[in-house]
């Protein structure tokens, strides 16, 4: 508890563009959830260097996504917003928990397996332990909830084992997390693939709408989204394309899939495309109006990112020291 709130914790990867899997999955409701709880936001530049990345590039996109966090709808007064690399405390309890977490828990890991498929040249040390800064991000903060896509279920059970693991050998040491999935959106299929999940690293720039695509890009997009020869809008698994265009338009405006179903009763494929990108659209055009005239303010930013790296550290501090205790390293004395 912080403030007597409980804590949620969530960050995003400073890798490839946002794509609306993203917002729709997380972020959305990272603002729905926002005042409810303390909450900790943080750009993970930390995790993306898993995979090479151009060093301009990455701190563009870093910049960017903080200022996407914002323009979304979070408040960096009231939400600490930050860049995991600003608070060295997340890589140091990351030391401590590669301690307690186990090879064959990493080697199960499919994200693990995915990526290591996809770059095969630079199978690094970073990339089998990357649940385990996730699970340091995580649990530095005492953090209650943390809200997801699906895709990052088998990160979040990983770091509840190794709070679980630590707390019965330790005592109390962290709150164990639970995750938080949407109903609709936890898991955005690609445009072009719907068997395949909207990704940051698709090679087809078609299957994903990308957080700062234009209008006219998203309505292309849908429209040559694949579906079926079904010829009716029904949500069901054997229209799996339908189905997610559906997910889609429901998680943009708050509809159950019933209501859309029979908002679209008798209606052509070409309709649900256009009314998709429209609502997409709702959703992107003033966020990006925003990450413009942020990206103008650079005392703002400036500011905002000092300010929150300095307010994560010192909760991040506090469970560290408490960490470091229990596990014995030797107290530091104090100079008299
Ligand atoms: P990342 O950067 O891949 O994705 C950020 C968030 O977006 C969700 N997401 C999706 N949701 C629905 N449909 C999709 N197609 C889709 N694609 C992505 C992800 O589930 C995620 O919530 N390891 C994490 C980042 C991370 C993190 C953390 C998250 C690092 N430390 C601590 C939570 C807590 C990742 O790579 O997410």
Avoid at 95 to 105: A, D, K, Q, R, V
Avoid at 121 to 135: E, H, Q, S
Wanted: aromatic share 8%.
């Amino acid at each position: 508890m912080i403030n007597d709130k409980k804590v949620l914790f969530s960050g995003m990867q400073a890798t490839g563009n946002l794509t609306l899997g993203n917002y729709l999955g997380a972020l959305k409701n990272w603002i729905s959830l926002s005042d409810e709880f303390e909450c900790f936001y943080c750009v993970v530049d930390e995790h993306s260097i898993t995979v090479r990345q151009d060093p301009a590039t990455l701190r563009k996109r870093a910049r960017l996504l903080m200022e996407i966090y914002i323009a979304a709808g979070l408040d960096p007064e009231k939400n600490t917003i930050y860049y995991q690399s600003h608070v060295p405390q997340h890589a140091e309890l990351m030391w401590i928990l590669n301690c307690f977490t186990y090879m064959g828990e990493l080697n199960r890991m499919t994200q693990f397996k995915d990526k290591s498929a996809k770059h095969a040249d630079n199978i690094n040390a970073g990339l089998f332990t990357y649940p385990v800064l996730m699970a340091a991000d995580i649990l530095l903060y005492q953090t209650d909830l943390v809200p997801v896509g699906i895709d990052q279920k088998q990160h979040l059970e990983l770091a509840r084992t190794i709070a679980e693991r630590m707390n019965n050998i330790y005592g109390p040491v962290f709150t164990v997390p639970e995750g938080y999935y949407p109903k609709i959106g936890a898991k955005i299929m690609s445009l072009q693939d719907p068997a395949h999940k909207m990704s940051k690293s698709d090679e087809n720039p078609n299957g994903s709408i990308y957080l700062m695509d234009d209008a006219d890009t998203v309505a292309r997009k849908c429209r040559r989204a694949v579906t079926d020869s079904e010829g009716v809008i029904l949500y069901r698994d054997e229209q799996p394309g339908i189905k997610n265009l559906l997910d889609i338009y429901c998680a943009c405006n708050g509809k159950t899939p019933e209501m859309a179903v029979a908002e679209f009763e008798g209606k052509g494929y070409g309709v649900l495309k256009d009314a998709v990108a429209e609502s997409v659209n709702a959703i992107l055009s003033p966020l990006q109006a925003r990450v413009k005239e942020l990206d103008q303010d650079k005392d703002y930013m400036d500011k905002i990112i000092l300010d929150n790296a300095d307010k994560a550290s010192y909760y991040a501090s506090k469970t560290l020291r408490k960490v470091q205790k229990k596990i014995g390293y030797p107290e530091r004395p104090r100079r008299k």
